[in-house]
């Protein structure tokens, strides 16, 4: 079936503040070396993206994870269904997601991988809801802050559709 969407960042503007935000971490990491990692499936664009857009020297990692009892007010238990191939100690890692919505995943996945012993970790989402937040989560880098809706496109789906829009749209039901 076919949805309509409704656009609510344009290509244009998600391509001009993944630059932005690309200039930012090249500033405040210069002089180091920076380990993208990339929570699949839905940070994938916006990693990629990004990773073009930062001009230090960049290396890449990607895990895979999917949260227990979905649906249900979980305690944010996540599952890692692909873990990173390369270890986190010693480096500045910044975790890349699409969106932060009630901050579980992200509040579990960073304390797991704070046990790792980067140099430093921080966290840069494409999408925010903080009206949404239930765990308290501290995201340093945010691309757009986005009212309460469902939203799809640049890695983000509905029913694993619609992560190919170049842009992020609401999908009308
Ligand atoms: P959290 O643990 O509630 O912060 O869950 C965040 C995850 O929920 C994201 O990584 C997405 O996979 C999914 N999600 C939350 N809001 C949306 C949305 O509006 N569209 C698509 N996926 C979403
Ligand atoms: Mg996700």
Do not use: W
Not at 16 to 28: A, C, N, P, T, V
Not at 142 to 156: A, H, R, S
Request: proline share 3%; with cysteine.
């Amino acid at each position: 079936m076919e949805h309509t969407i409704k656009v609510l960042v344009s290509e244009e503007e998600v391509n001009r503040r993944i630059k932005e935000i690309g200039e930012q971490i090249s500033k405040d990491f210069a002089g180091k070396e920076i380990h993208l990692v990339c929570v699949l499936k839905g940070g994938v664009f916006f990693t990629c993206e990004l990773a073009k857009r930062i001009t230090i020297p960049v290396s890449l990692d990607f895990m895979s994870v999917s949260s227990y009892g979905a649906g249900t007010t979980s305690s944010g238990v996540v599952k890692i269904v692909k873990d990173l191939d390369q270890p986190l100690e010693g480096k500045h890692v910044i975790i890349v997601e699409d969106i932060i919505d009630s901050g579980r995943t992200l509040s579990y996945l960073m304390d797991m991988l704070k046990k790792r012993n980067p140099a430093s970790m921080t966290l840069c989402t494409l999408l925010d809801k903080p009206e949404r937040r239930v765990v308290d989560v501290k995201v340093d880098y945010v691309g757009f802050n986005i009212p309460d809706e469902f939203v799809v496109g640049y890695g983000l789906d509905y029913d694993q559709k619609y992560r190919n829009l170049p842009y992020i749209g609401v999908v009308e039901v």
